[in-house]
Each structure stands twice: as C-alpha cells, then as structure tokens.
C-alpha cells in the first residue's frame, strides 16, 4: 500500500529520468472566450444589409447558432425535450465560447418560457427555442409575454402536437401562436432561419414595438436538413439591447416607480378594470401594427412574390410549402401554365394589404400547408375576402409529419383551372367559385 | 398615410368616441418619421406646425393641464433633471395652465384623488374630475402612454397631446417625437410667441400655473405659483413631491 503512495519517477524514451532533461513546455492556457471577446459591434443596418457574406453548408439548427452568434444575446435557457432540435444544445456551445452571457437547463418548459419573461423584465437580450409539445406546455407564459411588453425571441421547430405522441413536423402549434399578440414569422429554409433569428431582435426591442418574436420553421426539414446559408463575419454583432428605451420600464426593485409599474394593475373587478385590460390588449395589438415597418426595412417586406405577372393560378404558402411550391410552379411551367408564388414570411402582423393588391386579378388561389386545420387558408381568405373573386383551394395538406410531394400542389393548380374534381382536396375546403370554367377549360386544351 | 394636406379630414379627434373604440392603428394611423408629427391622426410633414397646433389648443381650452410623468418627475439622471426644466419653461408660458403628475403606473385604490395624481389605468377619473379638456403628456413610458391617451379618447372631451422622446403616439391628437431638452426649449419658445401672436398675457408675478384644490392645500392656499421656482437640481429636490405626491404617500399605497 505504501509503495502505491510514493511518487513515480518518470522516464523519457531513453530511461533517463524525465527530471534530467528540459522541463516540458507548459502551453498558456487559451481562454475560451476569446474569440467572443473579439466581437466588433456594428449597426443593424450595416450588419442586414451590407456587410459581406460568406457561403456555407449547415443545418437550421446550426443557423440558428449562427446567428446567436452574431446577436449580442445576453441569456438564453434550454429544455431540450424530444422532441426538439439540438439548437438549444448549440447555443450551450455558444456559452461555452463566451457568445451568450448566461445559460442554464430550465426544468420544464413552463418554468423556460417564465424565466425568459423574468430576463427580459429585467432588460437583458433573451433567447430559446421549444417545439410541438413543449409549445404548449409552455404557451401560458408564451402568451403573456406580449401583454408584459417583453422583448425576447422564441424559435418554434414545429412538431406535431397532437396523440398519439410523434417527433414529426407538423406546423399547427403555429395556430396557436398566431392570437397571442406577438410576432410570428415562419422560415422556410435554413437561411430563412439565420436571417429572421437575428432580424427578430432588433424588430422586437423597437421602441414602439417591444414585442416578443416567435420565429418558426417546420422542425426536421429545416432544423435538421442542411443547406446554403450566406452568412456575416463572427467577428461583428448586433448592438446590445437599450432596455432603457423600451415602451415600459425595466424591472427594478431599487428604484419605487419602475418596481410598481410592474404590479399586475387589473384585479380589482369593476369597469375600470375592465376597461384598462381591453385598452392594455388594444395596445399589443397596435404594437404588432407598428412591427410593419422594420419589418419592411429589414425583412423587404411581410412576404415575398415570384412570377405574379399575367399568373394564371397563384400559390400561396409559408415555411417549407413555400420550397415544395416552388418548385411546384417550376413543373407547371414546364406544362405551360404560369403559376405565380406568394410566400409569406410574416404572419402576425399579417400581410393584409400585400395580398389584397397581390391577389386582386387572381382566378385561382392554392394554399397548401403541413398541418391539417389549413390555418394559413383561413387568414388569406379574411384578408382577401371581397377583394378578389378568385377560387380558394385550401389544400393540399400533409400532417402528422408527411412530406408533401409537389405532385399533390401541381394537381391542386391543374384541377382547380379545369374544374376537374380535386383527390385530395375536399370540396368543403374550396372557397369562391366565380371562375369562368369555360375559359380556364378552353385554356387547358390549348397548353 | 396620408397627410394634413391630401386629406383635411381629421381621424383623431377629441372625444367621448365612444365605450370602446378602436385603437388609432386599428384606424390606420401610423407614427411619423424623424421632423415629421401627428396632426388629428394626418402625418404633418413639419414638427413645428404641430408644435403651433399644440399652443393654440393649450392656451385656448379651458383647465389645460400638464401631466409630467416618472421620466422627468425623478431625477433619474442629469438629463431628466434638464428636461424637467424645460417643461416648467413650457408651463410659464400657458397662462392658468395646471400641472398634475403621474409619478407612477399603479393603479390607485380604493380611490384616486384626481388633484393629485394622473394615472394610467384610470386617466379618465382625473381628465373629468378636473374638467380638462386640453393637456400634454411628457416623460411617460410609451405602453403606459398609449393605454392613457386610449382609454382618454374613449370616454373624455379632452385633446390630448404627447411630446415623446421615442417615435411619438398615434392616440394622441397632437404628438411630436424625438422630444429631447432642445426640442421642449423649442416647444417653449413656439408656445411663446403663439401666445404673444394671440395677445395673452402672462401675470406681472409670473404665478401663471394654477394649484389644484390639493396642491393649494400643500401650499397654505395659494391657488397659483411661478413654475420656476420649482427649477429641480441634480439631487432631485422639487419634481413629484413639488405638486403634493411624495415618498411617504407612494410607500403608504405600496
């Protein structure tokens, strides 16, 4: 026993004991955050819009990294519950590396989606990520954050929701976001999911703004897929948040008015009670009406419209549909039909206007998504309804964690020009009919 | 949007509008861009235009009131010490004018004394207790701003105005933005000669603001005061206590 306790002597290849010869080099130690240290900031707009970037290969997930990256976040909190996507994971990384000021593992998504609510009162840049389940478990936090004017940015990996339990994607959780009074936009690519991150930010701590973003993306086909993402030097970032220009205070226990304004103002039950909730929810909502602006400065715009001109059918769509339509309207031009693409990209605040001037001569409209409720169909129609006279199609729809084949979207166009009874569409989701058959029929003969 | 001229007609006007009406951007008013304010809910290209609008309102309307709020009341810093100056340059120049603070955002009950305090989840108590119908909001946090000039709107007869250091409130129905120490000088010096325009004159003793009951009773029954003499210093002296609302009585609503 006593000999196992005396030191070892150490011996070079050459049985010499290692003391004879020179002492090994002791490397410094690196400091991990170096790199982080580095970090230049730039201003929004030279960082969006101007600075070079450099092309790579990567998952959404690890576009979501990249641009935590590159967004001066202050503090960010994981439950990376299956099923979610490693972004979560990458972003401990990123803590790791000094990017990220704070990070712990929450202890359910509840819990998450508070502390989130409490970082933010506090006036530090936040960021996390949930997806399917955890969307909903959390969603009571979630929907408070706008009424408590809370600046912080949520990414959805959109999974189903629905039992029996599955990891698939599925967007309906989006449906549920959609009346929460915050900003929703939906990726449809790993790029999307890079340049949103980091845009969601600076729109959500505007002044007259200061609003939480939920960026979404179809969970798998985007979060763990790869594809090109152009991207900024890491060596800038974002400005930090200015707390102290938001539309409410910061939390402040020191300070007596900061700290009071804070104490919930509406438990007493009488008309002014009443009245200053329903003028407090007036007041989100005018919020996500002034996002509009930055998001056109920064975004180009709520939505982005491909091949509109002389169109004889337009799809409709946001997230991964808009690529599966895509190329579905490459294949209809390859039958000759002209097939116009309307991607959305921001869904609260909604694009009203956009599409109503867009959709204003349209004959067919095909909207096909990756939930089965069509709720991207039901806010095209509100928001078209009595400004075009085109025939709805909302369909086709894939869910439970389907991939669409653009096959289902080409039938769509083709039947809902001809008049053709539709295999995947019911009737009962077809809105609008003033379409003259005879027109699109004779049409379809001559292509 | 549409400005003051394209379009004369006015979208935001002072009310009752009604038990609920919509919100300005439901109506689709936007915020103006930097020079640029809001005139009855048209985009006025001139800040300065508005500023006049603002002055003819004030000095005008009976029981016009200034409501300071917690970014000017506190000595925060040396900036809203500034500011807090220059409003009280603003109020030396409204003959009669009233000046009721809201040094906070909790709602006050059981029952708001409306000479007292001016308050965000029941501004209406205070514009009808008082019978204002003209006043401006300077230094309130932009949410708790827009939630008054809302719920004012709705239920009172009141114009109201806000000079904002952000991007302005489409609520009110005057609003300027980017609001710093120069622009409120700027403010005072237009509110001055637009008086002079109109022939007002200001009392040879300079007591031009006018106690409400409750400050009248902090000040032994004076029922007017130089709003100068009031001028804050860096340590805070003056501000919310000045006009009746001090520590004690916000620890004792705590």
Known sequence: MSESLEAEVKTNPQGDPITSVAAPKVEAKKDPHAEAKKQTVVSPEYLFLEAPRKREFITGSEAAKEAVRRSNVDFAVAYPITPQSETMQLIGVLYGEGYVKEYYRGEEEYGVMSSIAGASRAGVRCYTATAGPGTLRGIEPIASWPGHRLPAVCMFTCRVVNAPLAIQPDNIEISYLLNCGMIVFHAENQQDMYDFTMKAFIISEKNDVTLPVGVCCDGFFVTHARGYVHMQDRSMKLPPREAWRGAVPVLDAENPPARLSRDAPVQKSNFMAYNIHAVWQQEVWAAVERSRKYINQYMGGLLSAENMENADAVIIASGSAAAQSREAARLCADKGIKVGLIKVRSLRPFPTDELRKLCKDAKLIVIPEFNYVGWLAREVATAIYGHSKAKIIAGPHVYGGQSMPVELILDEVESGLTGKKSTNVPLSAIMGADVNQADVTHFMQNI | ?254
């Open chain 2, 1 to 254: 949007m549409e400005t003051t001229k394209q379009k004369p007609e006015r979208i935001i006007t002072p009310g009752p509008a009604g038990f609920h009406p919509p919100s300005a951007a439901q109506l689709g008013v936007m915020l103006p861009d930097p020079g640029q304010g809001l005139m009855y809910g048209l985009l006025e290209p001139h800040e300065e235009n508005v500023i006049e609008e603002m002055a003819r309102v004030m000095l005008t309307s009976p029981n016009a009131t200034l409501f300071p709020g917690p970014m000017v009341l506190w000595a925060w810093n040396d900036h809203a010490v500034e500011k807090a100056k220059a409003l009280l340059e603003i109020a030396a120049q409204i003959p009669n004018v009233m000046i009721i603070p809201m040094p906070d955002y909790r709602p006050k009950y059981p029952k708001i004394d409306p000479e007292e305090v001016i308050n965000p989840n029941h501004p209406n108590l205070t514009i009808w207790g008082n019978k204002i119908e003209a006043c401006i909001f300077i230094g309130v946090h932009c949410h708790y701003a827009n939630l008054t000039l809302k719920m004012i709107r709705a239920g009172t007869n009141c114009c109201t105005m806000a000079i904002c250091a952000e991007q302005g409130h489409e609520d009110a129905m005057l609003t300027i933005r980017d609001s710093d120490t120069a622009k409120l000088k700027l403010v005072a010096k237009v509110f001055k000669r637009v008086r002079e325009q109109m022939g007002l004159k200001l009392p040879d003793n300079g007591e031009n603001v006018r106690f409400t009951g409750t400050q009248s009773k902090v000040y032994g029954g004076k029922t007017h005061t130089n709003p100068l003499d009031f001028m804050p210093n860096s340590t805070g002296v003056a501000g919310a206590a000045a006009f009746g609302h001090n520590a004690e009585q916000m620890k004792r609503e705590a």
